[in-house]
Antibody
């Protein structure tokens, strides 16, 4: 069964850092681009980052560039999101999601269950 | 940034009724528009890709149409299990963006 499982969330103080992980199984991870999408409590979906299969193309929205860093380890079938200088506005459920191609900017055909990040003093 | 505006924000519908949700893009996006369904405490699920292409395993009562700036998701005959929030998503250009969502409630 194809599966994505996020981990690493939790409570962090404003200004703090957190590293999220996403473990993939049931498919050839190295063949697909991956993404992070977040959802603040009671709000809609917001794209956070994209990384292609070979880590040669990486993208963020302007609001997150410089604070968030996406990476992947194809040997470990894992996707990561390093988040620094966190603010209360970063409080959200963070989902990893698969792009069905090796490139970026396509739909997301597989989603993890999400991991909650709470930024609060 | 391409802004996607969904309407309505909320819809209360009787089972077996037809449901129509629209998504309007702030500029032309061709057919790079996708639809997701999100039930409470679950991740989004892909329903329709590239405006009108069906997804394996998704019931045939879900269909999509449109191109350019105006798109529609149709549920031909609503079932109780379709209570959810529906989102459109454009992948024509970065940043990737989502519509604000349409909540469908069962009467």
């Amino acid at each position: 069964e194809e599966q994505l499982v996020e981990s690493g969330g939790g409570l962090v103080k404003p200004g703090g850092s957190l590293r999220l992980s996403c473990a993939a199984s049931g498919f050839i991870f190295s063949s697909f681009s991956m993404n992070w999408v977040r959802q603040a409590p009671g709000k809609g979906l917001e794209w956070v980052s994209s990384i292609n299969s070979g880590s040669t193309s990486i993208y963020y929205p302007d609001s997150m560039r410089g604070r968030f860093t996406v990476s992947r380890d194809n040997a470990k079938n894992s996707l990561y999101l390093q988040m620094n200088s966190l603010t209360v506005d970063d409080t959200a459920m963070y989902y990893c999601a698969r792009d069905p191609t090796a490139g970026v900017a396509n739909y997301f055909d597989l989603w993890g269950q999400g991991v909650l990040v709470t930024v609060s003093s | 940034e391409i802004v996607l505006t969904q309407s309505p924000d909320f819809q209360s519908v009787t089972p077996k009724e037809k449901v129509t949700i629209t998504c309007r893009a702030s500029q032309s996006i061709g057919r790079s528009l996708h639809w997701y369904q999100q039930k409470p405490n679950q991740p989004p699920k892909l329903l329709i890709k590239y405006a009108s292409q069906s997804i394996s395993g998704v019931p045939s009562r879900f269909s999509g149409s449109g191109s350019g700036t105006d798109f529609t998701l149709t549920i031909s005959s609503l079932e109780a299990e379709d209570a959810a929030v529906y989102y459109c998503h454009q992948t024509t250009s970065l940043p990737l963006t989502f519509g604000g969502g349409t909540k469908v409630e069962i009467k």
